[in-house]
């Protein structure tokens, strides 16, 4: 069979992908493993440079804002190119995308490495999204392209494994690179790895695209898609760092991300070749699996924003004890990630989703319970859980979307599942901590009127309460004692656990929310059948 292929309609259609390859090029196990290397690289930076921050601002000298841009310039680079890259890849094919994905993020790598400016270092953080952008759809859309249907759930179940371990372990990883090499170590990690991930995909990867794929782009969707993402990203963005939920620049924001989601709507009716058609929606399980994307990243990464905090601050550990604190988490996500994909193959996706999504809300209610005083069993456990649940719902909530596009447009679908992710835990990531700093706020006076310190509050004190940690020169200050230290201390504390444990409930709440959203999921028409194109 040809690399073109057809997707049959019929319920009973055969399998659209080709048979499998002989020798290298094409193999399906081989193309996910040079696929997984690229994807580990990508999941791996985010959040390998969070450890990074703080030398970062040390030895560039750079303010709070100018580190979280650091983070959130390639977060909205990610977030407005995904489906653009997606399309791109429909078009020109996911191999080529993929190859030149790997090439450019390694190049971008070293170039942050290089970097003397925290100016400089933004910029290629923000040219690193936009390679980003164009690898991990077109990760999927080689899956989706060289496996056959029965076999789709569990290489994304092993996709999924790599991008969770990846996750999960860059604390580790970034903690044994900063505190033993250096911050630009963790950004010059990427090269060898890009290198070796390049090569495997020009011996490997084999270029798949179906008959009808796109041959034309729509530029306007193209600009209207990217102006809305843009909008609600900066707007959520902005307001988690600086102007706050109730600022009129945050809704002017908000609001225009509204109206040109609507414009982009109304456009995409009208142009032959949309950029989306609007009518993949028409499917429950993959607009189900969209919405539960959002919010399974929304719970996640924004509930899981404090506990680095928590863990360093609170607890008092250094960056490489806190990522093996998370090893619980890991490990879990490991071992149920490719499980999670062998019970939605055999069982549907449904109950396997319903259940992760069940165990995260369960997490997120648990870890309201942390302490000074929580032992690492405990912490274990609710991390546990916390990869327990997680793994079924990234495996078949991309399952669902990427499984239920048609073949040509599988890299539309694999960037509309991460852009879902990214939007989500911006949005989870910011709701969250300003939830979390209203309440820290909220109490820190009264708190600090209560121990009974006879001194007013500073300011600094208070901020320090956010982050959980007492200021190391807190002991040597004019006029202090061992007593009074404790009691400071304690208040900071007692303030940010306050925070964190509202800040875990809501985001068990928002799990509770896409526990119901998973009941709307099932098997697409194009699972049921192995083959064909959704029916729209």
């Keep these: 069979m040809t690399s073109q292929t057809t997707i049959d309609k019929s319920p009973q259609g055969p399998d659209p992908v080709p048979a499998t390859a002989r020798g290298l090029r094409g193999h399906p196990w081989l193309t996910l493993f040079a696929v997984a290397v690229g994807v580990m690289m990508v999941a791996l930076d985010g959040t390998i440079v969070a450890i990074a921050n703080p030398a970062i601002q040390r030895d560039l000298g750079a303010s709070m804002a100018d580190v979280q841009w650091i983070t959130n310039g390639y977060l909205l680079a990610l977030a407005v190119s995904l489906i653009t890259a997606g399309k791109l890849g429909d078009r020109f094919g996911h191999r080529q995308t993929f190859l030149i994905g790997i090439a450019g993020f390694a190049a971008a790598s070293a170039a942050i490495g290089m970097s003397d400016s925290i100016t400089l270092v933004i910029a290629f953080r923000v040219l690193q999204g936009l390679f980003g952008a164009l690898l991990m759809p077109a990760a999927l859309g080689l899956l989706r392209a060289t496996f056959p249907a029965e076999k789709l759930n569990m290489a994304i179940g092993i996709w999924g494994m790599v991008i969770g371990a990846s996750t999960a372990g860059g604390p580790i990883l970034g903690g044994v690179l900063v505190e033993h090499v250096s911050w630009q170590s963790v950004f010059f990690i990427n090269v060898p790895v890009g290198v070796l991930a390049l090569v495997m995909g020009l011996v490997i990867l084999k270029d798949h695209r179906a008959e009808n794929a796109p041959r034309s782009f729509d530029v306007v969707g193209i600009v209207l898609l990217s102006a809305a993402m843009g909008s609600l990203v900066w707007g959520i963005v902005k307001a988690g760092e600086s102007w706050g939920w109730g600022s009129g620049k945050t809704w002017g924001f908000l609001g225009g991300a509204v109206v040109l989601f609507a414009l982009f709507a109304v456009w995409e009716t009208r142009v032959r070749e949309p950029l989306i058609p609007l009518g993949m929606f028409r499917s429950v399980p993959l607009s189900a699996g969209t919405v539960l994307m959002v919010l399974m990243a929304f719970a996640f990464m924004g509930g899981l924003f404090p506990v680095t905090f928590y863990l360093q601050g609170v607890m008092g550990l ?118 979390m700093s209203s309440k820290v706020n909220a109490e820190f006076a009264d708190n600090w009127k209560s121990a009974g310190i006879p001194v007013p509050p500073d300011p600094r004190l208070e901020q320090a309460a956010e982050f959980g940690r007492v200021p190391a020169e807190l002991a040597q200050a004019p006029g202090m004692t061992p007593d009074l230290a404790s009691k400071i201390g304690g208040v900071i504390h007692d303030t940010f656990l306050s925070g964190m444990g509202v800040a875990f409930t809501v985001a068990g709440v928002v799990a509770v929310v896409a526990v119901l959203v998973a009941t709307l999921t099932k098997r697409g028409a194009n699972a049921d059948a192995g083959a064909g194109g959704v029916h729209i």
Excluded: K, Y
């Design 318 to 435: 250094g960056p490489v004890d806190s990522g093996l604190h998370l090893l619980p988490l890991t490990a879990m996500m490991i071992v149920s990630s490719p499980l999670a994909g062998a019970l939605i193959t055999r069982f549907g996706p449904r109950v396997p989703l319903v259940g992760g999504m069940v165990c995260t809300a369960a997490a997120m209610f648990g870890m309201t319970t942390l302490t000074a005083g929580t032992s690492t069993l405990a912490m274990s456990l609710w991390f546990a859980l916390l990869g327990l649940g997680l793994a079924p719902v990234m495996v078949g909530a991309t399952e669902v979307i990427v499984g239920n596009a048609p073949l040509e447009l599988s890299g539309v679908a694999g960037g509309l599942q991460q852009a879902a992710m990214q939007v989500g835990g911006a949005l989870g990531t910011a709701v969250l901590g300003a939830v």
